[in-house]
C-alpha cells in the first residue's frame, strides 16, 4: 500500500496547532514504513527539518503556489498512479484525487465565529471544508465534539466520522532545565495559544486585574503568536494600567515554552472554541494546574483533572484563581490528576489509529 500525504502543514519553521500535529503523524509514519506500508509526502516547497527519507517514506516537492491543493497536486496525482488513498491532516483534500481520500478535521470555529476570520479565508474553510467531507471516504475528528460538530453542520452519518484524539509533546530535557526567561522573580498566570478572539483572552486579562488587586505579586504571561484580530487585546491591556504586568512572549521555543509551563502558578485557557486544547495535556505533563473554560471539547480533554470556569463570566475565572492561591491541596490533586490523565493520550497512539482509519479506508 502506497499512502500520499500533504506535507505542507509539517513543513514550516514555526509550528504550532495543527503544524505540531503534522509533524508529530510524519515522525510515526516514518517509522512505520516498510514494504507492505509506504509513504508518499507532498510539499509545496523542499521539506525544512522534516523526519529524513527512507526507502520507504519519500518526499514528493510540486511546485505551484495560489491554489496548490486543487491544481498543482491533483495534476501531480494523476501521473503517480500507484497512489491507495490520499490523506489530508487538515481540512482541505485535493480535489480530482485520483485515490480515496481521508481527511482531518480539527474544528469548525470559521462556522461559529466567522467574524474572527479574514473573509479569503473564511470562502477557503467553508467551502474546501464542505468538498472535502463530501469526497472523502473517511473523516478523522480529534475529539468528540468536533465530531459531533461536523454531524450537525453537515449532516454526514456518524460511522463515517472516527475520533482519534491528539497526542502532545514538549518533554523535559536538560536545555529547559537551565533556561532562564528574562522575567522578574514573580509568580505569573500562563497563557498558551494564538492571540485572537476566539480565544478570550480579554476575559483573562479582565479576570487577572481583578486578581491582581487581591495578590499584587502577580504578573499574565501571553505566550503565543500574532493570530489577526488581536488590537482589542492588547487595547485591553492599555485600558487597564497592566503594560507592566502582562506580557506577549509571541513565538517561543519549545525549552522556552517548557521553562514557562514549569514554573507557572497556573496554565488558563479561555477560549470560546477549542477543537482539542493540546495546551491543557502539556501542561499537565510539566505539573502545572489548568484552569480552563467549561466550553467546547475542554472539559473532554481535562476531564476531573482541570478547574472550570465559564468563559463569558470574567469573576468566575477570579474565583477559581483564589481558590487555587488558597487551596495547596486542591493544587497536589489536580496536578496528581493530570498525571494520569495525559497517560490516555500520545502521538503513538494518535498515530496508530489514525494509521488504522487509512488503511481501513481502502480494505
Known amino acids: 500500500m502506497i499512502i500520499g500525504i500533504d506535507g505542507n502543514e509539517a513543513n514550516v519553521r514555526e509550528r504550532v496547532g495543527v503544524s505540531v500535529y503534522a509533524y508529530n503523524l510524519l ?3 516514518r517509522r512505520k514504513a516498510d514494504r507492505q506500508t509506504q509513504f508518499r509526502v507532498y510539499l509545496r516547497n523542499a521539506p525544512y527539518d522534516l523526519p529524513e527519507e527512507t526507502d520507504y517514506f519519500k518526499y514528493r516537492v510540486v511546485p505551484g503556489n495560489l491554489l496548490w491543493s486543487q491544481i498543482f497536486l491533483p495534476l501531480r496525482l494523476y501521473q503517480d498512479r500507484d497512489i491507495d488513498v490520499f490523506f489530508s491532516p487538515a481540512h482541505y483534500l485535493p480535489r480530482f484525487c485520483p485515490a480515496p481520500g481521508v481527511v482531518t478535521i480539527h474544528d469548525l470555529s470559521y462556522l461559529y465565529f466567522p467574524e474572527d476570520f479574514l473573509k479569503k479565508d473564511l470562502f477557503q474553510l467553508k467551502n474546501w471544508t464542505a468538498y472535502s467531507l463530501k469526497k472523502a471516504v473517511k473523516v478523522i475528528a480529534v475529539s ?22 491528539n497526542g502532545y509533546e514538549k518533554k523535559l530535557d536538560e536545555k529547559s532545565k537551565k533556561f532562564k526567561f528574562d522575567l522578574e522573580e514573580k509568580p505569573y498566570i500562563l497563557y498558551v495559544g494564538t492571540i485572537q478572539p476566539r480565544k478570550n483572552i480579554t476575559t483573562l486579562i479582565q479576570a487577572f486585574f481583578k486578581f491582581k488587586q ?8 501571553i505566550a503565543g503568536k500574532k493570530g489577526w484580530l488581536y488590537d482589542d487585546i492588547f487595547q485591553k491591556v492599555t485600558d487597564l494600567g497592566l503594560e507592566r504586568d502582562v506580557f ?77 492561591k488558597e487551596d495547596k491541596q486542591l493544587v497536589k490533586d489536580l496536578v496528581n490528576k493530570g498525571k494520569k490523565r495525559i497517560k490516555e493520550f500520545s502521538w503513538e497512539k494518535c498515530g496508530e489509529e489514525t494509521l488504522q482509519v487509512i488503511k481501513g479506508s481502502v480494505l
Not at 145 to 165: A, F, M, R
Not at 273 to 287: K, Q
Open 214 to 221: 487581591l495578590y499584587p505579586e502577580f504578573q499574565l504571561i
Open 248 to 324: 506577549f512572549t509571541d513565538y517561543i521555543t519549545d525549552n522556552q515554552l517548557i521553562f514557562l509551563y514549569k514554573n507557572a502558578f497556573c496554565l488558563v485557557l479561555p477560549s470560546f472554541y477549542e477543537g482539542f486544547g493540546i495546551p491543557v495535556l502539556e501542561a499537565m505533563n510539566l505539573d502545572c494546574p489548568v484552569i480552563a473554560s467549561y466550553a467546547s471539547s475542554l472539559p473532554e480533554i481535562g476531564g476531573d483533572a482541570c478547574l472550570y470556569f465559564d468563559p463569558k463570566n470574567s469573576y468566575d475565572l477570579v474565583e477559581k484563581l483564589k481558590l487555587m
Open 27 to 29: 515522525k510515526f509514519f
Open 144 to 165: 468528540k465534539t468536533t465530531k459531533k460538530d461536523i454531524v450537525k453542520s453537515y449532516g454526514l452519518p456518524q460511522e463515517k466520522i472516527s475520533v482519534v484524539y
